[in-house]
């Protein structure tokens, strides 16, 4: 009963204005997972390390959300991750299967170039139509990015970690109208530092997302410019298990984003398989209640870790 009273709330919030009625999806991206490409310490955290000139690394996984993006009694949308405030009326977007391409090539010892190329394969929500909120696309391409990593100083060098300095370009190429592609053009600087020991790594890293503009969002919230970190542990070897741990706020308010995630990777040879999950944290847009992944990755010729 409470639930019919919260929709009908938001339908008259919607429907109040003539301007409303139009009410159109964001033109904003609601993806908030970023593999690394090279993925020499953590596969979603930068350890600072960067590949011997001419090493190279392919990528490809299949991720799956639960939750991303729902609509709040209060008209605005907000993700559903543990913790998050609001009532939710209905979710936008409700489960969503995305296949991640990832490519890393090392152009120079301490100089690497990669692509991130995510396309929303299958997604569905609840039919919100009937208060004016239209349904986003099945399907679309997500947005790319492209990088350079840059290594500053290595362990592998005597140094007593490593540093490198990254940053990412991420045209508007994405379908907006699946909820896979920003309004205008963002890039992303980055910092990641990383130690390895006798049997496990440690990796930490900062980052700022800056876009082109705000994107206004419903009710007057706008997604703007982000800032944000993570630390990982790794074990080390040809079986290996990992523990990760994201955060990320927004200049306007959107709450806050975390994620807590677990992943193991197994590797003979050039071939390595890899998994990854776990929760969702606060209520930011693109939040999940949780995600998971599976993958698969050709690292031909990857040199030895440094000792």
Sequence with gaps: MRLKAATLLVATTLL??????????????????????????SLVIGDGETGAQGTWRVSLAAHWEHQPLSLLDDGTLRGRGAGASGTAVGDLVKNRLTFHLGVSVALMDRLELYLRAPVVAWQRGDDLTAIGVPRPQNSGMGTPSFGLRLGVVSQADGAPISIAVAGDVLPSWGTTSALAGNGGFSWAPRIEAGRRFARFLVAAQGYALFREAGI???????????????????????LRGEVSFRYAVNEYRLSQSAEALAGVRWTRGP?????????????????????GLVGLALVPGAPAPAK
Excluded at 221 to 238: H, K, Q
Excluded at 271 to 288: K, S
Aim: hydrophobic content about 40%; aromatic content about 8%; proline content about 10%.
């Design 271 to 291: 071939v390595e398989l890899f998994a990854l999950g776990g929760p969702g944290f606060r209520g930011a847009p693109g939040t999940p209640a949780w995600r």
């Design 16 to 41: 109040a204005a003539p301007a409303a009625r139009a009410q159109q999806l964001p033109s904003f991206d609601l993806e908030r997972l970023q593999l690394d490409p090279t993925a020499a310490g």
């Design 216 to 238: 206004p969002l419903f009710k007057g919230d706008t997604a703007g410019n982000e800032y944000g970190g993570g630390v990982a542990v790794s074990s080390l070897g040809n």
